[in-house]
């Protein structure tokens, strides 16, 4: 499998885009700079995307940095056995708690968040989403940004629904139902598309976009 990990896949993928959908030029124009944002795959990644849900940005860093000082290192075998007040101290809510501990669980058990890189998306979403806490907003977050994978769209992500309704005309927002029936057309290339919509959203909204979803997966 083809993976997303240097800047020149996003060129190459863009111009591939373009030529799938030529409407795809104008929101090439607006968007300007499409970030690669990969991050190493792995526990810590896929921590940083559960804490990072329904937050800003600053908060989200307050946090994992609260958890990284307080749960050194971090690690599966370190969140198992801290105590609840622990928690409390990073500012994590009760359903990000259980999400990291179910988390940590499976990784004690044998989940191997780094294998997964190689994983066709369908297999690599099952055993993620398999996991409490851990729905398709968030598999697909870390596919996208730690896996690198070239066709996965986000569609329940709030910002990729505002920004490409705003550039394709489409009033109201499309749901995330319409919005991965809409993106299908973009296939191999989607998780370029995903990064070129947030850039897109970037500059409509006049600051950087970052992954958001209205509700917290499987709370």
Do not use: N
């Not at 928690?87 to 191997?112: C, I, N, Y």
């Not at 070129?196 to 959203?201: E, P």
Request: no cysteine; proline share 7%; glycine share 8%.
């Amino acid at each position: 499998m083809r993976r997303i990990v240097t800047v020149s896949d996003i060129f190459e993928g863009i111009e591939a885009l373009q030529a799938l959908d030529p409407r795809l030029a104008a929101v090439v124009a607006r968007a300007g700079e499409v970030p690669l944002r990969l991050s190493p795959p792995g526990f810590a990644s896929l921590v940083s995307i559960v804490v990072s849900q329904q937050i800003s940005r600053a908060s989200a860093d307050a946090i994992l940095g609260r958890l990284g000082r307080l749960a050194d290192p971090l690690a599966p075998e370190t969140l198992l056995g801290a105590p609840d007040r622990l928690f409390r101290e990073v500012g994590l809510s009760r359903p990000k708690q259980r999400a990291l501990l179910a988390l940590s669980q499976a990784v004690a058990e044998g989940l191997d968040l780094e294998a997964l890189v190689h994983l066709e998306a369908g297999d690599a979403m099952r055993r993620l989403t398999a996991v409490h806490g851990i729905g398709p907003w968030t598999a697909e977050v870390y596919l996208l940004f730690s896996a690198g994978h070239p066709d996965i769209f986000p569609a329940k992500d709030v910002a990729l629904q505002t920004a490409v309704g705003h550039a394709l005309g489409i009033d109201p927002r499309p749901g995330d139902r319409a919005l991965a029936a809409l993106a299908e057309s973009w296939s191999p290339w989607r998780g370029v598309a995903s990064r070129l919509f947030w850039a897109y959203y970037r500059e409509l909204r006049g600051r950087d976009a970052v992954p958001t979803m209205e509700t917290l997966e499987k709370a």
